[in-house]
């Protein structure tokens, strides 16, 4: 039987003060590691990432105004630039982000449909379902669309239904399934899940596909289509591109950043980062916003024009671009992208590509400018010269080929798996996966519990400091702060006073490797 145990009210006390940096310039604070910008991981500087306080920051209902009220006077210098960027139909035609042009056509059909009437799709554990308010199915995780457009037309008639009553429906609770309902006019989004999830991560999953959508044609753009047309079916739009949004669900099952909201680092040297990065820094160009350097689904550096801020979804909708679309390993790619967060209205213009075309490192430059193809060419030729001119890019050669680190390297008993996040830098760190773990189903497990406890600690109505779970497989602890969130995985025969000891000593461990799991130091134009 698994039992938690929680604590709403946690004192942290630190023995030894070697938490805090050598030349303890960042915090004159009693506790560091505690209060945010001084704990293990925090940037020395300016954050790359546009700053939220907590979980709830990035969930609440007001975030997008919240967001576009704190971006106006950071935006202002690119302002003039983005209302020239287009948000026409006409102007997608030809600069498709896959392998064939995007074009306003038959919906595509995906490979080995599950039958909606079978038991295999039944038993799935968790279906996503996106359709206009008009009832017109747009995208299913599993099945087709035509064959669930009944169900579909169910759904968009409990939220009238609801919404009839002066009410908004926000999810439903039955035989052990989550029914989740986001609203996000002109579509309607909706989970069914029998997952450990709560409600507010499933909604959070359904923002995120949301944003994919938006990512794809621009705000703009969706609510022109169905201003004039309120029963179009926006899979002539969306056609070819259903990769991507199958991709990411894969991602947000898996990938511990989605739900942290966070991004992890490739482990470097510090010294071989900061010449990435200056190399990143010095070949730049007029219109150049973001210049971003990725390892697979892992950042090597990011380098951003001053005051301009990336936020967390927007980079992982750009990893997810990346890693969905082999199409950018055959050469210089040229695409529209929309950041939704930064700006969910126009198109900014991205030079896509890979160092080499056997190599995970990829080469992300976002413009303003649509005819600035051919300066960002030449700003990764310069990048390119100027990197293998130092040793710098063998050794980042040698740490594409190392594997990640492991938890034993820590030194504390019991200790599987953990993964850290700095608050203030929107980083996390973890180490690779052990032997309990490498099936693809105990990975997935694996991370419900994450999910589990992640959901817990952030209760909308009862958060939590920390909280401790006993299960036959293993022990879990989760122990939030306002500097930094920590989930460790500890074997069935670690105690709850091993992990309690065990967090001072990771923190100090993550300390002393900060250098090389963080990036401390991030750089602009």
């Not at 997952?195 to 949301?210: A, D, G, H």
């Not at 005819?371 to 980042?396: G, M, P, Q, V, W």
């Not at 492991?406 to 996966?433: C, D, M, N, W």
């Not at 952030?458 to 920590?486: D, M």
């Amino acid at each position: 039987m698994a039992a938690d145990v929680h604590n709403r009210k946690v004192t942290w006390e630190i023995q030894n003060g070697s938490l805090a940096p050598v030349d303890n310039q960042r915090s004159e604070s009693p506790t560091p590691g505690l209060v945010e910008g001084t704990e293990p991981g925090a940037g020395q500087e300016n954050a790359m990432f546009v700053h939220t306080q907590s979980f709830e920051d990035l969930t609440a209902d007001s975030e997008e105004a919240a967001d576009r009220d704190g971006q106006t006077e950071s935006t202002s210098e690119l302002s003039h630039d983005i209302s020239q960027l287009s948000t026409q139909e006409g102007d997608q035609s030809g600069e498709g982000l896959d392998a064939e042009p995007r074009q306003e056509g038959k919906p595509s059909r995906r490979v080995d449909e599950d039958d909606v009437t079978s038991e295999t799709w039944r038993q799935r554990r968790k279906h996503v379902f996106v359709l206009s308010e008009a009832g017109k199915p747009i995208y299913s995780r599993y099945g087709t669309e035509e064959a669930l457009s009944s169900t579909m037309g169910v759904m968009v008639a409990l939220v009238c239904f609801v919404e009839a009553e002066k009410n908004v429906i926000k999810s439903i609770h039955a035989d052990g399934y989550k029914v989740v309902f986001l609203r996000k006019s002109p579509l309607v989004l909706v989970g069914v899940a029998r997952t450990r999830q709560s409600e507010q991560e499933l909604s959070r999953e359904l923002l995120y596909i949301y944003y994919q959508i938006v990512s794809l044609l621009t705000l703009t753009q969706l609510n022109h289509v169905f201003e004039r047309k309120q029963n179009y079916d926006l899979r002539r739009l969306l056609v070819g591109s259903e990769h991507l949004t199958d991709n990411l669900l894969n991602l947000l099952d898996r990938d511990p950043g989605f739900l942290l909201c966070a991004v992890t680092c490739l482990p470097l040297p510090s010294s071989t980062r900061d010449v990435i990065s200056s190399s990143l820094q010095a070949a730049k160009a007029k219109n150049l916003v973001f210049s971003i350097l990725l390892a697979g689904n892992r950042l090597v550096s990011l380098v951003r024009k001053k005051d301009q801020y990336l936020h967390h979804i927007d980079l992982h909708l750009l990893f997810n671009l990346v890693n969905s679309s082999s199409s950018f390993r055959e050469g210089e790619g040229w695409t529209p992208i929309c950041l939704p967060k930064f700006n969910p209205a126009g198109f900014f213009h991205a030079h896509i590509s890979y160092l080499e075309s056997v190599s995970d490192l990829c080469l992300i430059l976002v413009s303003t400018d649509r005819e600035d193809f051919f300066n960002l060419s030449d700003c990764k030729r310069r990048f390119l010269e100027r990197l293998r001119r130092r040793s710098a890019y063998i050794t980042l050669q040698e740490a594409l080929q190392a594997p990640v680190y492991s938890a034993t390297q820590v030194g504390i008993p019991e200790l599987r798996h953990f993964i850290y996040k700095s608050k203030s830098s929107g980083l996390y760190t973890s180490p690779e996966l052990p032997v309990p773990y490498l099936a693809e189903e105990e990975q997935e497990r694996l991370m419900g519990l994450y999910q589990y406890l992640h959901s817990r600690v952030h209760h909308p109505k009862r958060q939590l400091h920390s909280i401790y779970h006993c299960g036959e497989r293993e022990n879990l602890l989760a122990w939030v702060t306002s500097g930094f969130e920590l989930y460790l995985c500890f074997s069935p025969l670690g105690t709850k006073a091993l992990a309690m000891t065990a967090i001072t000593k990771l923190l100090k461990w993550i300390r002393k490797e900060e250098d090389r799991l963080f990036i401390l130091n991030p750089q602009t134009y």
